[in-house]
T-cell receptor, first 116, second 117 residues
Framework: AQKITQTQPGMFVQEKEAVTLDCTYD???????LFWYKQPSSGEMIFLIY??????QNATEGRYSLNFQKARKSANLVISASQLGDSAMYFC?????????????FGTGTRLTIIP | SAVISQKPSRDICQRGTSLTIQCQVD?????MFWYRQQPGQSLTLIAT?????????ESGFVIDKFPISRPNLTFSTLTVSNMSPEDSSIYLC??????????????FGPGTRLTVL
């Protein structure tokens, strides 16, 4: 069974600093995808970044990068030069490859607060 | 990515009543999903809305409580029936355009914030 663990319930970071949000996962399937979503107080879920299990390079999207360590089964999100608008809940999620396996399994989330 | 809208954005309901939530997508999509997020919790998949057939429910969720319709490739509804305060949650629909590929991303609607008194 899939499992996602986010061990940081909350983080406080000074504006303009970089921040790393931790995510570890567990799956027996060799083919899977890892996702990060941002959820502001409005409640919407905003897709940030994706990493495939066979991708050779770490994914990057603007200020977001994913530190993918396959042997350790970790997929940490790195936000560079944090901004006040980055304050939100962040969820790590995973799905296994294959038709019929579209289910996303989410971690418990990390609440990030950026301090001016 | 797809543009997804949900109606209503929020509602306050009395226990014992039912609420139907609509999800509209601006393009045809193969897969639509309904998630629940209870207060302070993560997201849990309720069911996959299948076009032209019955929805596929996850363990712990039943059709009598959460009937789902999917009349076409751009629209779905979720009904929360016989509501109790424990149903107070954010309900989110999501879509996936290319099934069976781990690279395909699920995009979410803005959510419906439901409070049951």
């Amino acid at each position: 069974a899939q499992k996602i663990t986010q061990t940081q319930p909350g983080m406080f970071v000074q504006e303009k600093e970089a921040v790393t949000l931790d995510c570890t996962y567990d799956t027996s399937d060799p083919s899977y995808g890892l996702f990060w979503y941002k959820q502001p107080s409005s409640g919407e879920m905003i897709f940030l970044i994706y990493q495939g299990s066979y991708d050779q390079q770490n994914a990057t999207e603007g200020r977001y990068s994913l530190n993918f360590q396959k042997a350790r089964k970790s997929a940490n999100l790195v936000i560079s030069a944090s901004q006040l608008g980055d304050s939100a809940m962040y969820f790590c999620a995973m799905r296994e490859l294959g038709f019929g396996n579209e289910k996303l399994t989410f971690g418990t989330g990390t609440r990030l607060t950026i301090i001016p | 990515s797809a543009v997804i809208s949900q109606k209503p954005s929020r509602d306050i309901c009395q226990r014992g009543t039912s609420l139907t939530i609509q999800c509209q997508v601006d393009s045809q999509v193969t897969m639509m999903f309904w998630y629940r997020q209870q207060p302070g919790q993560s997201l849990t998949l309720i069911a996959t809305a299948n076009q032209g057939s019955e929805a596929t429910y996850e363990s712990g969720f039943v059709i009598d409580k959460f009937p789902i319709s999917r009349p076409n490739l751009t629209f779905s509804t979720l009904t929360v029936s016989n509501m109790s305060p424990e149903d107070s949650s954010i309900y989110l629909c999501s879509v996936e355009t290319i099934p069976g590929q781990s690279t395909d991303t699920q995009y979410f609607g803005p959510g419906t914030r439901l409070t049951v008194l």
